[in-house]
């Protein structure tokens, strides 16, 4: 029986001994070389936990390379009679103490190509183990439901700003099938009232909302009276500055050599 069968069991041992059916949710994950972690804890933190533990593995002929392989420079410590192995692969290469030294940073294996024998040997040469291998999040189960781990990622800026787009989308849904929900209700009573403003104004009718709008349109010279305090209070700090130039204290004359007593020419 292998792995993933034992855990289905499992899991459906434990839906029908709590009669909880939301566990089955699982079942679909179980695929693969995978595994479950259990935990009372936060799950992003969980996440960072699990994320930390990598174990550093070979470059093997034929693996496609998950992340760009690059040799840093310096002392290889590999004998001058391996030079001739450094210029199959066109890594420049010097002669300092008796060692092979690398000159210049060179890019190996590039992310997505697949490992050759030469670049596999010569990492091996190196000491260098250029990938890795840990356990990666798939999924999170949380109270019957199954989701992405980037949700995890979320801040509550994020959700303010999804919230605030799904109101949005709610509200003008609402509004084009002039449907009343708690979103759309303050913009539906506008839009009456300015209905109904626009009817008490073409017609006789009126209302207390609606006969100031009235005085307005009957005496239009209202609109420069209610605009001239605000005109008023935007333009007030220029005339204030008349007067302190007014106020500006003469310059005092120069004094002339006289007054010191000896002229120049003296």
């Known amino acids: 029986m292998g792995k993933n069968t034992m855990m289905k069991r499992s899991v459906r041992m434990h839906a029908e001994k709590t009669g909880n059916q939301a566990f089955l949710n699982l079942i679909p ?13 936060d799950l992003k933190e969980v996440r960072e936990e699990v994320a930390k533990y990598k ?56 992310k997505g190509e697949k490992v050759g024998s030469s670049e596999a040997a010569l990492l091996a040469k190196l000491g260098i183990r250029p990938f890795s291998y840990g356990l990666v999040v798939l999924s999170v189960y949380d109270n019957g439901s199954v989701f992405s781990p980037e949700v995890l990622d979320l801040t509550e800026d994020d959700l303010i700003e999804k919230f605030a787009t799904g109101v949005s989308m709610v509200t003008a849904l609402s509004l084009a099938i002039s449907y009343p929900t708690l979103a759309a209700a303050p ?15 073409a017609t006789e009718y009126s209302f207390p909302q609606a006969d100031k709008v009235k005085e307005y349109l009957a005496d239009p010279s209202k609109f420069a009276v209610a605009a ?25 004359e120069e004094e002339s050599d006289d007054d010191m007593g000896f002229s120049l020419f003296d």
Request: no cysteine; glycine share 12%; charged share 15%.
């Open 55 to 110: 174990v550093g593995a070979p470059a093997r002929v034929g693996l496609v390379a998950p992340i760009d392989v690059v040799v840093p420079p310096g002392n290889t410590g590999l004998d001058p009679s391996q030079t001739s192995f450094f210029q199959v692969l066109n890594i420049p290469t010097k002669i300092n103490k008796g060692t092979v030294e690398i000159i210049t940073p060179v890019e190996l294996i590039k």
């Open 228 to 252: 001239a305090p605000v005109a008023a209070a935007g333009g007030g700090a220029a005339p204030a500055a008349a007067p302190a130039e007014e106020e500006k204290k003469p310059e005092p």
């Open 29 to 41: 994950l179980l695929q693969g070389n995978v595994g479950l972690i259990f935990t009372k804890g």
């Open 187 to 201: 913009h539906m009573f506008i839009n009456g009232y300015k209905n109904i403003l626009a009817v008490a104004v």
